[in-house]
Structure formats: structure tokens, C-alpha cells
């Protein structure tokens, strides 16, 4: 069983990576922010709920994206392993992970954290925004705010993976070819 959590700010390439790994490897892709973008969509009370925050570049609440989480996984027993993409966000998120993965006899393989500096960031994510049409990619202000979140709140959780000896930094800048060798090169070595 792998599974991988694909970790690094807003704009690091956790998408196009993820994509990748899960050809590759043939694992379940979980990303909480298209889970998220998907129950907005669908009119639900928690893409309501969840609306509000991610209009502010501001995080969700842990008790949701666990929830969704859990959800995913008891869907999907069955499968090879997971990638966990934009989640776990905050130390509670990781703990909350590493509990549900226990219940199944399951935990986290590996970290990867996509290393890339704040202005390549800036500049990808306006990029990205022209052809996603993601309002939380377009407003400078939202992005900045997306940062300070995950400066705040998400950084931790790359001290919670090395204090398990999990945690591999990957240099997120390049060809999508290379950084996807540098994980594979990580993943199976
Ligand atoms: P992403 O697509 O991963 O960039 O996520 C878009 C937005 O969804 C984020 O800016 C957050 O508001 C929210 N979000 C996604 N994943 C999480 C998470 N694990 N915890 C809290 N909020 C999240």
C-alpha cells in the first residue's frame, strides 16, 4: 500500500504532479480543494459553507475536509494506495489522517513537499487563473492571504512528517518531466 501526501504552497505543481503519480503508481488522487470546488458546484450546504472561506484565501474548517477524507477513503478500501493532494493542511488535519489510516490497518508512505519561492508562486497561479477561471487564482490580495495561510497554519505539518522521519523536499522548479523523476526517485527508489 503507498500513500503519498503531495505537499507545498498554492501554485507548487501539486495538480499536475498528482496526475503523474497517479498514472503511474495507480493510486486514488484525493484533493480536498477539487472536493471542495466540486460540493460548490453541486449547491451543497458544506460548498456553501466552504464558499465563504476559500473566496477569502482563508482555510476550510478541519472538521470538513476531515470529514470529506474519511468519506473517500471508506469508498475506496480496495484501492492500491492514495495521494492526498492539498491535504493535510493543518497539524490536526495530519493527525486526524494518521488516525483514519490506522482504523484500516494503513499510513502515510511518504511526504513530498514541493519546494518553489513566492514569486515563482505569484506568477504561476495568475497565470492559472487566466485559463482555470478559479476566482481564489485571480485577486493578488486572495493569493497573498492563500500564503499567509499556508505560512500560518500549513508549514507545521512538514515538521510533524520529519519528526517522523516521512518528509522529502523536492525542488518544484524545472521541467514537469524532471520534478516528476526527482518524486519517482523518492517514491521507489
Ligand atoms: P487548492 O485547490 O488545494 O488550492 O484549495 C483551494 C482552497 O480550498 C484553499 O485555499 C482552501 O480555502 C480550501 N482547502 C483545500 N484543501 C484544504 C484543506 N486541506 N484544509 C483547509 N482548507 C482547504
Redesign the pocket.
Known sequence: MLNLVLFGP?GAGKGTQSDLIVEKYNLIHI????L?RAEIKAQTELGTIAAA??EK????SDDI?IGMIKNKLAANLNAKGFIFD?????TA?AEALDVLLKEVNMSVSCMLSLEVETPELLKRLLERGKVSGRA?DQDESIIMN?MAAYNSSTLPVKEYYKAQGKQFEIQGVGSIQEIFESICAVVAP
Open positions: 498554492p484533493s480536498t480543494g477539487d471542495l472561506k476559500i484565501g482563508e482555510l476550510v475536509v492539498g491535504f493535510p493542511r493543518t488535519q481564489d492563500r
